[in-house]
């Protein structure tokens, strides 16, 4: 028996050696996702953001900005220089930005205009502020074309993520103001009425059917899904949103993924559209610096979970093997205020 014993033990001692030597990953490595997004909106750098430095903890291979980047809301384009001068300063986002890309689009406070679009006076010479902002060269093509829309590609070893940004406002066709003192805007039906504008169209149409990443994310400053508010949404242009649903369904991109920011409220929204072989999911990031803190509800057919009203980012991870992405709404500190895991 004892001879047995000591016959165990030995074993014991040879598999921990051999245990030992085999690259076993760590509880770290294990847990960290293939590719990971951080993004957000409706920042002013004069008030405290309490979550550059958790964003920057998050390890993010990109940080998109969702639009209203500063509320400058001006046509003095000394004045719109200034205020992204401010955020530039900042000494938190500094760093973030020093370690991580920085992508993103504009809404209509950086644009210049409260719920502006296309006839905004000065939206040409906002685009290059907008671009010296974000640090696109002198000589990158998005300095001649109209608008500030862009697509980023991301290629680990386990796959891709193509990240397209839209823009709009550039284009946006005027908004129809709504009788009922309760909603701001209703819905365009007619054929002319434009979110993204011609060029734009054919672009993201391009974009899409051409893209073979793992993963599409598109970045649209208004919210798409959830049309129901009465505020800007896609909801106030049906054939649009129609149009968007129609392209993502014909280009056969593989998982693509809206996001949205622009309301002061963070959701998500989802839903089945024909011939897509996954649900679409709008995830709406929006209040780093000031949210919708009175807000009492409103409707969203498309609403999964709960509409969380404080200040928060969103942050998406991504499992290229398992096709699965986990999102989720943060608030300080790294807590998690709501989470949505899809399957792709
Ligand atoms: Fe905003």
Same mark, same amino acid.
């Given at each position: ?104 689009? %504009? ?5 210049? *205009?409260?719920?502006?679009? @296309?006839? !905004?006076?000065?939206?040409?010479? #906002?685009? &290059? =502020? ?70 734009? %169209? ?5 974009? *899409?059917?051409?893209?073979? @990443?793992? !993963?599409?994310?598109?970045?649209? #400053?208004? &919210? =798409? ?120």
């Amino acid at each position: 028996m004892r001879h047995f014993t000591i016959l165990l033990a030995m074993m014991a001692v040879l598999f921990s050696c051999k245990k030992k030597t085999e690259k076993t990953p760590t509880v770290e490595e294990q847990a960290k996702p293939d590719f990971i997004v951080a993004f957000g909106s409706c920042n002013m750098p004069q008030e405290p953001n309490p979550f550059w430095d958790d964003i920057l903890a998050e390890n993010p291979n990109v940080w998109v900005w969702g639009g209203d980047i500063v509320y400058a809301d001006t046509d003095d384009m000394d004045r719109l220089r200034a205020i992204y001068a401010m955020q530039d300063s900042v000494p938190a986002y500094a760093k973030l930005k020093a370690e991580v890309p920085i992508i993103g689009t %504009w809404d209509d406070h950086d644009f210049g *205009l409260n719920d502006g679009g @296309a006839n !905004f006076s000065v939206k040409k010479e #906002s685009q &290059q =502020v907008f671009l010296d902002f974000m640090e696109v060269p002198a000589d990158s093509e998005r300095r001649m074309r109209e608008g500030v829309y862009a697509s980023h590609e991301y290629e680990t070893p386990k796959g891709k993520v193509k990240i397209i940004v839209l823009d709009t406002r550039y284009f946006r066709s005027d908004l129809i103001k709504d009788e009922d003192p309760n909603r701001r805007y209703k819905p365009d039906t007619s054929e002319e009425a434009t979110v993204l504008g011609d060029a734009q %169209w054919a672009w993201l149409q391009e974009e *899409l059917s051409g893209s073979t @990443a793992d !993963f599409n994310l598109i970045m649209s #400053s208004i &919210q =798409v899904l959830s049309g129901e508010h009465g505020f800007e949404t896609w909801g106030n242009f049906p054939k649009e949103t129609e149009k968007l649903e129609t392209i993502i369904v014909q280009s056969n991109a593989k998982g693509v993924i809206l996001l949205s920011g622009d309301r002061h409220i963070s959701e998500f929204s989802k839903t089945d559209v024909a011939g897509l072989p996954y649900p679409l999911i709008d995830f709406t990031s929006s209040g780093l610096t000031h949210s919708y803190a009175s807000f009492s509800g409103e409707p969203n057919k498309y609403r999964v979970g709960e509409v969380v009203s404080d200040k928060s980012y969103g942050v998406i991870t991504f499992d290229f093997d398992k096709k699965e992405v986990d999102l989720k709404i943060m608030g300080d500190n790294g807590t998690v205020l709501q989470e949505l895991k899809q399957s792709y």
